[in-house]
């Protein structure tokens, strides 16, 4: 059977990347069709664009990430697969106005990160696959939660679009698809050993990886990420103006980067969520 590893971007599944060689490695970039958050360098969106088989504008994570993938795969010496689904911003518009994912609804993490690689393995592999996922050893109920997903033979089947059909509708079919796998906690491997390994490696990563204003974070984070963008945490808001929602239950985006914080944040307050898809 052969191999993939899923890449967010982060330190975990860069390691997996590097310890765990694969048959292929995928990367699934969220992006955004909003010229104010153009990407800066010029040289590399050209670059990414080319990866992605379409015009890069920007992402709604820290641009830095997409530096982490381009030395990623320097470091490595294996080809990294750049997918990409819709655009957060097509994302959440439909012809009603905007609808808003949220903690109860990941249509996000569906959309821009699932979707593109389910087309990518349809279009290359086209064969049931082991897809290693970067959950730590400590993670082991998130592991617990994924294999939930599995048919009884251990692989996770999905509907794919395989025609169409006399009525000009589209043709599915459920597939086996994939078998997910947890090297790094079948091996033990936590934070701390990741962090070691990281610190004479040239490759550069963002401060946190996934999006700047995602829902999964807790207000105080959220609050920290608008103060370190905040013209990337702005799309976020004015996304939340225009739709009439909220992005979390209870409280804006508005009033929480408007709220004036006590005391000063560190990096370790923090957790990210690095295994490769957002919000599993």
Request: charged share 30%; hydrophobic share 35%.
């Amino acid at each position: 059977m052969k191999t993939m590893n899923s890449l967010s971007g982060g330190k975990t599944s860069s390691y997996l990347a590097v310890k765990y060689p694969a048959d292929y490695n995928v990367f699934a970039l969220v992006t955004t069709d909003d010229e104010k958050l153009k990407f800066k360098d010029e040289a590399v969106r050209k670059i990414v664009s080319d990866k992605i088989g379409r015009e890069f504008i920007g992402t709604l994570e820290e641009d830095t990430i997409v530096y982490t993938m381009l030395d990623l795969e320097q470091m490595i010496g294996r080809e990294i697969n750049w997918v990409t689904g819709w655009s957060f911003d097509r994302t959440i518009t439909n012809s009603k106005g905007y609808f808003l994912p949220n903690v109860f609804n990941r249509f996000c993490t569906y959309r821009m990160k699932l979707v593109p690689i389910q087309e990518f393995w349809r279009e290359n592999i086209n064969e049931p696959i082991e897809i290693r996922l970067g959950f730590r050893a400590n993670e082991m109920s998130r592991a617990t939660n994924m294999l939930k997903r599995c048919s009884e033979d251990g692989f996770i089947y999905e509907k794919f679009k395989v025609g169409i059909r006399k009525d000009g509708k589209n043709k599915w079919q459920k597939m086996k698809y994939q078998k997910p796998s947890f090297p790094l906690i079948d091996d033990g491997v936590y934070k701390d050993q990741i962090e070691e390994f990281w610190k004479d490696k040239p490759v550069r990563f963002a401060y946190m990886n996934n999006c700047i204003g995602c829902f999964h974070r807790n207000e105080v984070l959220l609050n920290h990420m608008s103060n370190r963008h905040p013209e990337k945490f702005n799309w976020f808001v004015e996304a939340e103006q225009k739709s009439g929602g909220c992005w979390k239950k209870g409280i804006t985006y508005t009033q929480i980067s408007n709220h004036k914080m006590q005391h000063e944040l560190f990096d370790e307050d923090f957790n990210s969520c690095d295994s490769g898809y957002c919000g599993l």
